[in-house]
């Protein structure tokens, strides 16, 4: 979907001097598609606006119309399990980091698409790049800006020989991974990190959910790196990679899986 058309990915034509792609100045969604069904549609679409808004991009379409075109997508695609990928960005009408007078499009595009990791257990190493802080950048929105860091740290990883990374935040407090969030387990009581410095998630918010429900002891908080490694038990959340255990942080292994083998059985339940 570009400019009120749905066409083939290869026909959608934008101009080269999209002020999105020299300036970063993009917001986007992942959303899984489960048995026909966009997952959690509405809480993506929700953060989509959300994010728009602190970026300052006035789409000229409202959210109802934003979820009709992402449920149209999936029909036309004739997809059963799958991802939509919206984006909203602005046009070719400024040279310079300022607006005025650029247009807002939104893309909708869709994909089948199986698993994000090929590995079932991720080997993470310590990212080099820092996660900012919120005075430092708008880091509440699902922006393309974020993303440049998680680029550069996960292709680092991925040339040193792991899955992905963990990232700190600028006071070394542990964020979250390049495009994950993260938990880990300590004598039975689940951890994660706040999300002043990473992304609020949605499957995080539903893992949440579950820990609450099943009254599991949780702390959210401020940790450093040596209480995730200290710990029994690591997995990551994300729409693409769903819940997700990871078997090793640099030269710490991690054997347990009991938790993330219940969240998973649990996430199952909710997706069917
Ligand atoms: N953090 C980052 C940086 C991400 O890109 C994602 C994926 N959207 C997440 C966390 C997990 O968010 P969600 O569960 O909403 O996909």
Not at 5 to 18: E, G, N, R, V
Not at 75 to 91: E, Q
Not at 197 to 211: F, H, M, Q, Y
Not at 223 to 240: K, M, P
Request: aromatic fraction near 10%.
């Amino acid at each position: 979907f570009l400019k009120n058309k749905y066409l083939k990915s290869k026909d959608s034509k934008i101009h080269i001097l999209c002020h999105s792609l020299h300036f970063s100045s993009s917001v986007f969604e992942g959303i899984r598609v489960y048995n026909r069904k966009p997952f959690f549609l509405e809480d993506h679409i929700e953060r989509l606006f959300r994010s728009c808004k602190i970026m300052g991009l006035k789409l000229d379409l409202k959210k109802n119309q934003v979820t009709d075109i992402c449920n149209e997508i999936v029909k036309k695609n004739k997809l059963t399990n799958g991802y939509i990928r919206p984006i909203v960005f602005r046009g070719a009408q400024s040279m310079g980091p300022d607006t005025k007078d650029c247009e807002i499009l939104l893309s909708v595009a869709a994909w089948k698409w199986d698993v994000f990791y090929k590995n079932s257990s991720l080997k993470l190493t310590l990212a080099k790049w820092k996660k900012p802080g919120p005075d430092v950048s708008p880091v509440a929105a699902k922006s393309s800006g974020s993303y440049q860091i998680s680029t550069l740290a996960k292709n680092d990883a991925i040339k040193n020989g792991f899955d992905d990374v963990v990232m700190l935040d600028h006071k070394d407090y542990v964020a979250e991974s390049s495009s994950c969030n993260i938990f880990w387990i300590k004598d039975n009581k689940v951890y994660t990190p706040t999300t002043r410095c990473s992304l609020a998630g949605i499957t995080r918010e539903i893992v949440l959910n579950i820990l609450k429900n099943e009254k599991i002891k949780l702390k959210v908080g401020n940790f450093r790196i040596n209480e995730l490694t200290d710990s029994d038990e690591v997995f990551l959340t994300g729409t693409a990679s769903e819940i997700i255990n990871v078997c090793q942080i640099d030269k710490k292994k991690f054997k347990e899986k009991k938790m993330t083998n219940f969240l998973k059985k649990k996430f199952y339940l909710i997706k069917k």
